[in-house]
């Protein structure tokens, strides 16, 4: 049989920023949307391994936030950025895809949870090292980020070393954060994947995002996993397609009145040694 063909192309959002896109096809049924971390892009080779291998399960389209890589704009980190997601998504619908699923990795990952919460569109939606909430610089990586982001000298070498354009002008308003959000994505079935030695956000990022977030949600705490997709070893990016596929599969049912939360499924769940560290 013929190999099918990879295909490049050039997305328009809606307010016009256009998108880099790469679509690596699969069967019809399912189409995975790779969303990459804060200052990497779809050529990065961790996100370039990690479409790689959904693409043995399903269609994958993996894109450059705008700012990042060949995409235009400028990264707004994580506001503006649902209307690029969603330019993938309705591409995904063009190409014929019966089902979406949406699977962030850091900043990607918050930016799944507000695009399903705020636009939806999607079947599943995978989070993976997301933080529950903005402004968070409880741990010294996230100190030096919160420098690149707000520091003049620090945007330019991200422009020239990381290949980043940061907005020079900051949020206007305060992006809907991503646990909020998290609680408006029911009935679509949501996933959590967090590591205990995430050096960005810590575990209770997670069990924040599970906490707001209503049923049918999982949350996989994973003992020595790191950060996104760095984080990501070849076993788990296969399990996370296994739960994508199973999860697509159920029919939809419409969400019950929200109760106190219960947990459905929690995986090594560490006791947290400063739950609430916020600088």
């Not at 961790?46 to 990042?68: L, P, S, T």
């Not at 649902?82 to 979406?100: N, S």
């Amino acid at each position: 049989m013929p190999k099918a063909v990879v295909t490049a192309t050039t997305l328009v959002t809606d307010d016009g920023v256009p998108i880099d896109a790469i679509h690596l096809p699969g069967p019809k049924g399912l189409a995975i949307i790779v969303a990459h971390g804060f200052t990497l892009s779809r050529r990065h080779p961790q996100v370039w391994r990690v479409a790689r291998q959904f693409n043995r399960a399903a269609g994958v389209i993996a894109f450059d936030f705008r700012g990042h890589g060949r995409s235009g704009g400028l990264s707004t980190l994580g506001d503006l950025e649902i209307k690029d997601l969603d330019a993938a998504v309705a591409y995904a619908r063009q190409l014929g895809y019966a089902k979406i699923a949406a699977v962030g990795f850091s900043m990607g990952a918050s930016i799944v949870l507000r695009h399903a919460g705020l636009i939806g569109g999607v079947d599943a939606v995978v989070s993976v090292s997301s933080p529950g909430r903005w402004y968070y610089r409880g741990t010294k990586r996230m100190r030096q980020v919160h420098w690149v982001i707000e520091h003049r000298l620090g945007r330019v070498i991200s422009r020239r070393v990381l290949k980043t354009r940061i907005s020079p002008e900051g949020w206007q308003l305060v992006p809907v954060p991503p646990a909020e959000a998290a609680a408006l994505i029911s009935p679509v079935p949501l996933l959590i994947v967090h590591g205990d030695q995430d050096p960005y956000f810590p575990p209770e990022h997670a069990r924040q995002l599970y906490m707001a977030a209503r049923e049918p949600k999982e949350l996989w705490l994973l003992p020595g996993m790191g950060h996104a997709e760095s984080g990501c070893t070849e076993d788990l990016v296969d399990r996370i397609a296994r739960w994508v596929d199973q999860a697509t599969a159920r029919p939809v049912t419409p969400p019950t009145p929200m109760k106190s939360p219960t947990r459905s499924r929690v995986e090594s769940e560490p006791a947290d040694a400063n739950p609430d560290a916020v600088a």
